[in-house]
C-alpha cells in the first residue's frame, strides 16, 4: 500500500484483489464487503458503540480484503475482528463475550430470514459451556491478529467528517440541515464500500457533497476552470469514481442476489460456493 498519511490499495491489488484471484466475482465481493460493513454497523448500534469505532472499524475492514481473499477468511469473523480492534483503538474497548453474543444474535437472525416461513425470530442463547462460544471466540482473536500482521500494523484512520463540516462552511451550506444530514448520510454509506481505501478523504467528502447537491438541486460552480471541487484538491475522475461507487449501493437487486450474501458469512460457505460453480461451469478454471 502507498506510503500517505494513510493507506492506500496499491494499483495492483485494485487491479485483481486476492478474492477474485481465487475466483469470487466482482460484484460478489461487493455484496459481500457491503453485507460485512452492515454487519459492523448492526452491532456497533447494538453495543452502543461510539460512532468512530464503527467506522474506523469498516475502513478497516475494506482495507483487509484487498491484502487477503474471502476464501481465507470470513467475513462475519473479521468484521468482528475489526470492531473489537477499533475498539482498542478509539479507547472503547468492549467486552469480548458482549461482541461475540451480539454477532452470534445477528447471524441467526440473518439464517432465520432465509427461511421461507413466517414465524417471528426468536433468539437461541448459546451455552458458554459448549463449543460454538469458544469457537467464535477462537475467531475473533485470530481474525485481530491477522487484520494487524496482514495490514502491517498500519491501523491508522483518517475519518471525514470534520472535513465535510469544514467544506460545507466554505460552500456556504451549513444553514442547510438537509444538505449536512444527507452528505453525512452519504459518508456513512461510503464505508460500505472500498472507496476509504481506494482514495483520500478529500475526494470522498467532494463526491459526498457532490451527491447531495445535485439531488437537492443546489447549483454550484461546476463548469471548467471554476468547479468547486478544485478548491479542495479533488479532482473531477475521483470524484466521479466515487459516486459511482456509493451509487452501486442503492441498485436494485433481485431475490437470489440480496439472499445468497447471507449464506456466505464464513470462509467454508465461499469455498462451498465456489466448488459448486466451479462443477457448474468446468471451464471457468481456464478463466
Known amino acids: 500500500m502507498a506510503a500517505i498519511l494513510y493507506p492506500l490499495a496499491s494499483l495492483s491489488q485494485i487491479e485483481k484483489t486476492p478474492s477474485r484471484?481465487?475466483?469470487?466475482?466482482?460484484?460478489?465481493?461487493?455484496?459481500?464487503?457491503?453485507?460485512?460493513?452492515?454487519?459492523?454497523?448492526?452491532?456497533?448500534?447494538?453495543?452502543?458503540?461510539?460512532?468512530?469505532?464503527?467506522?474506523?472499524?469498516?475502513?478497516?475492514?475494506?482495507?483487509?480484503?484487498?491484502?487477503?481473499?474471502?476464501?481465507?477468511?470470513?467475513?462475519?469473523?473479521?468484521?468482528?475482528?475489526?470492531?473489537?480492534?477499533?475498539?482498542k483503538l478509539e479507547e472503547c474497548p468492549l467486552r469480548m463475550r458482549d461482541l461475540i453474543n451480539v454477532y452470534d444474535l445477528l447471524l441467526q437472525r440473518a439464517a432465520h430470514s432465509l427461511?421461507?416461513?413466517?414465524?417471528?425470530?426468536?433468539?437461541?442463547?448459546?451455552?458458554?459451556?459448549?463449543?460454538?462460544?469458544?469457537?467464535?471466540?477462537?475467531?475473533?482473536?485470530?481474525?485481530?491478529?491477522?487484520?494487524?500482521?496482514?495490514?502491517?500494523?498500519?491501523?491508522?484512520?483518517v475519518?471525514?467528517?470534520?472535513?465535510?463540516?469544514?467544506?460545507?462552511?466554505?460552500?456556504?451550506?451549513?444553514?442547510?440541515?438537509?444538505?449536512?444530514?444527507?452528505?453525512?448520510?452519504?459518508?456513512?454509506?461510503?464505508l460500505q464500500t472500498p472507496v476509504y481505501a481506494l482514495y483520500q478523504v478529500p475526494s470522498i467528502v467532494s463526491a459526498a457533497i457532490l451527491l447531495t447537491v445535485r439531488h437537492l438541486s443546489i447549483s454550484l460552480p461546476s463548469t471548467p476552470p471554476n468547479c468547486w471541487w478544485e478548491l479542495f484538491d479533488a479532482t473531477w475522475d475521483d470524484v466521479r469514481s466515487i459516486c459511482g461507487y456509493i451509487m452501486r449501493l442503492y441498485r436494485e437487486r433481485n431475490l437470489e442476489e440480496s439472499t445468497r450474501v447471507v449464506g456466505m458469512v464464513t470462509k467454508k460457505e465461499v469455498r462451498k460456493w465456489l466448488e459448486e460453480r466451479i462443477s457448474a461451469q468446468p471451464g471457468i478454471l481456464a478463466l
Not at 425470530?121 to 481474525?143: C, I, N, Q, R, W
Request: aromatic share 12%; glycine share 8%.
Open 21 to 87: 484471484d481465487d475466483g469470487i466475482p466482482e460484484d460478489l465481493e461487493e455484496d459481500l464487503r457491503a453485507y460485512g460493513c452492515k454487519l459492523i454497523h448492526q452491532a456497533g448500534i447494538l453495543l452502543k458503540q461510539k460512532q468512530v469505532a464503527v467506522a474506523a472499524a469498516q475502513i478497516l475492514f475494506q482495507r483487509f480484503w484487498f491484502v487477503t481473499s474471502m476464501k481465507q477468511f470470513g467475513v462475519g469473523d473479521v468484521g468482528m475482528g475489526a470492531l473489537y480492534l477499533a475498539s
Open 159 to 190: 475519518l471525514p467528517y470534520g472535513t465535510l463540516v469544514n467544506y460545507l462552511r466554505v460552500l456556504g451550506l451549513t444553514s442547510r440541515e438537509d444538505v449536512c444530514t444527507r452528505a453525512w448520510g452519504y459518508l456513512n454509506d461510503a
Open 115 to 157: 427461511n421461507s416461513q413466517s414465524t417471528e425470530f426468536v433468539y437461541a442463547p448459546m451455552s458458554y459451556f459448549g463449543t460454538t462460544f469458544y469457537d467464535l471466540k477462537d475467531a475473533l482473536v485470530v481474525a485481530e491478529m491477522q487484520i494487524l500482521k496482514r495490514l502491517g500494523f498500519n491501523v491508522h484512520v
